[in-house]
């Protein structure tokens, strides 16, 4: 019996959050995708997403209690559309690999969701000068640097031709996106407060992370997204079509 992913409406809130874009050739996009999704392109290149965010609060919409779990979540995305059937393309995030700094989201999040959750330890200092981000799972050691100081650059061989350009396009849309073993997407349409959303670019010094070590990726830019309320709808179901 095939059970639902994303069956619950959670709500919480995004109150630190950094995201890490990369490009990839498209072939090498499609062979980490289902044939049921397509990368999103720009000038013949796709797009990767990792973010490092900390979850505030993180809760069923119907629980009683205002308080919830408060976690670091960080995960692999790349951006992709799907084509329902007798509907317009629905763009979002699919999900690769999901560390977490927490072992029941993790056996939770593996039970009811289709985001490949592992535990690991995630700190996060900040001074003046620099936020050191760390992620520790299974034997890899991950780490990002972010330089408060020096202001971002457009990297020489970026794809886009300006930081503003970059910006706009990739700005993610708010879906999360699935496949089922039945062929059906599974996708999780998320509420924020667009007019909310703040972010910034920020310079990144450093950045290493082991999942990426046999891919083709290429640093684009990263944002800085200032705390906003997230609601993640129950997932809904959609008869989709191959690309």
Same mark, same amino acid.
Request: proline fraction near 5%.
């Given at each position: 019996? =095939?059970?639902?992913?994303?069956?619950?409406?959670?709500?919480?809130?995004?109150?630190?959050?950094?995201?890490?874009?990369?490009?990839?050739?498209? %072939?090498?996009?499609?062979?980490?995708? &289902?044939?049921?999704? !397509?990368?999103?392109?720009?000038?013949?290149?796709?797009?990767?997403? /990792?973010? /490092?965010?900390?979850?505030?609060?993180?809760?069923?919409? =119907?629980?009683?209690?205002?308080?919830?779990?408060?976690?670091?979540?960080? *995960?692999?995305?790349?951006?992709?559309?799907?084509? &329902?059937? !007798?509907? !317009?393309?629905?763009?979002?995030?699919?999900?690769?690999?999901?560390?977490?700094? @927490?072992?029941?989201?993790?056996?939770?999040?593996?039970?009811?969701?289709?985001?490949?959750?592992?535990? *690991?330890?995630?700190?996060?200092?900040?001074?003046?000068?620099?936020?050191?981000? #760390?992620?520790? #799972?299974?034997? #890899? @050691?991950?780490?990002?640097?972010?330089?408060?100081? !020096?202001? &971002?650059?457009?990297?020489?061989?970026?794809?886009?031709? %300006?930081?503003?350009?970059? %910006?706009?396009?990739?700005?993610?849309?708010?879906?999360?996106?699935?496949?089922?073993?039945?062929?059906?997407?599974?996708?999780?349409?998320?509420?924020?407060?667009?007019?909310?959303?703040?972010?910034?670019?920020?310079?990144?010094?450093? *950045?290493?992370? *082991?999942?990426?070590?046999?891919?083709?990726?290429?640093?684009?830019?990263?944002?800085?997204?200032?705390?906003?309320?997230?609601?993640?709808?129950?997932?809904?179901?959609?008869?989709?079509?191959?690309?």
């Amino acid at each position: 019996m =095939l059970i639902q992913k994303n069956p619950l409406t959670m709500l919480g809130t995004i109150s630190r959050c950094w995201l890490f874009v990369y490009k990839t050739p498209i %072939s090498d996009a499609k062979r980490f995708l &289902p044939p049921q999704l !397509e990368p999103v392109q720009y000038n013949n290149y796709s797009f990767w997403n /990792v973010v /490092v965010c900390q979850v505030k609060n993180m809760r069923p919409q =119907l629980c009683l209690l205002p308080m919830g779990i408060t976690y670091w979540h960080v *995960a692999y995305r790349v951006y992709v559309r799907v084509r &329902p059937r !007798e509907n !317009e393309n629905i763009e979002g995030l699919y999900f690769l690999r999901s560390d977490c700094n @927490n072992s029941l989201i993790s056996m939770v999040g593996n039970l009811l969701t289709d985001f490949n959750f592992h535990t *690991a330890k995630v700190s996060v200092h900040e001074n003046d000068q620099s936020i050191n981000i #760390s992620i520790a #799972s299974q034997g #890899s @050691n991950d780490q990002a640097i972010i330089n408060k100081v !020096e202001q &971002p650059l457009l990297l020489a061989d970026s794809v886009f031709n %300006s930081l503003d350009e970059a %910006s706009q396009f990739l700005k993610y849309k708010p879906n999360g996106i699935s496949i089922q073993r039945d062929g059906l997407a599974n996708i999780t349409h998320i509420v924020r407060d667009e007019q909310a959303w703040q972010s910034k670019l920020v310079y990144v010094e450093r *950045a290493q992370w *082991a999942y990426f070590k046999d891919k083709n990726v290429s640093f684009e830019i990263c944002y800085e997204v200032e705390p906003i309320a997230y609601q993640w709808n129950r997932a809904k179901i959609y008869k989709c079509e191959s690309f």
